[in-house]
């Protein structure tokens, strides 16, 4: 992998330096890793699937023209901030009793960032054979806006209207009570209701050892 794009998230967590000259160099090194693979709706991913309100904002930022680099992302959530209400949400894991709540978005992680650099699933493993899940509740308007630095530092979790569920399971089932797309990677994949599966260590890369991650 050779960084080029607006995020580069998958590149930062494998520990794949950003500027051309140290991703060639792990190139010229030659170690292979095996990770997993994300499938929404039978369209595959690498990084992260969400929804809801992340939905808004993600539509936002592909259609940002004047808003270059990382910052696309702050600026995409503050303009869907704006129109945004809550909506209910339903999650089911391996076909267990589903999970509802009221609030701003899920995510369905196989990695841990997305957005350039936000951490919203700091203990995804990219080789575990299984994903992640973190939703955020519902917050005042305010509130959420000034937990989002959280989020690049991964400590937004411990904030009470997040829960995370670390390796929940290897097939998700979402919906939710309107519409929203799904996105993973920067792109509109699929639309609810969905349903998520890993494929284990599904595609070989040349990165640093899996140690780089932590």
Not at 118 to 147: E, Q, S, T, W
Request: glycine share 10%; net charge negative; proline share 6%.
């Amino acid at each position: 992998i050779l960084p080029g794009g607006r995020g580069n998230d998958l590149a930062r967590v494998l520990g794949i330096p950003p500027e051309p000259a140290g991703a060639v160099a792990v190139l010229a090194q030659g170690n292979e890793r095996e990770i997993d693979v994300g499938e929404v709706n039978g369209r595959r991913f690498l990084c992260i699937a969400s929804f809801g309100f992340d939905s808004d904002a993600n539509r936002i930022a592909n259609e940002a023209r004047l808003v270059r680099g990382n910052l696309v992302y702050a600026y995409a959530a503050l303009r869907a901030m704006a129109a945004w209400r809550p909506a209910t949400f339903s999650v089911n894991v391996n076909s267990m009793e589903p999970m509802t709540f009221r609030g701003y978005s899920v995510a369905v992680a196989n990695s841990r960032a997305f957005g350039g650099g936000m951490y919203v699933a700091p203990h995804a493993k990219l080789d575990d054979g299984l994903f992640d899940i973190v939703v955020i509740g519902d917050i005042g308007k305010i509130r959420y806006l000034a937990n989002l630095r959280k989020v690049f530092k991964g400590t937004h979790v411990e904030e009470d209207e997040v829960a995370e569920l670390p390796a929940a399971g290897a097939e998700i089932t979402v919906s939710a009570d309107r519409d929203f797309a799904v996105y993973a990677d920067g792109e509109h994949l699929a639309d609810l209701p969905a349903t998520l599966r890993v494929l284990p260590r599904a595609l070989r890369v040349i990165a640093p050892p899996a140690e780089a991650e932590a």
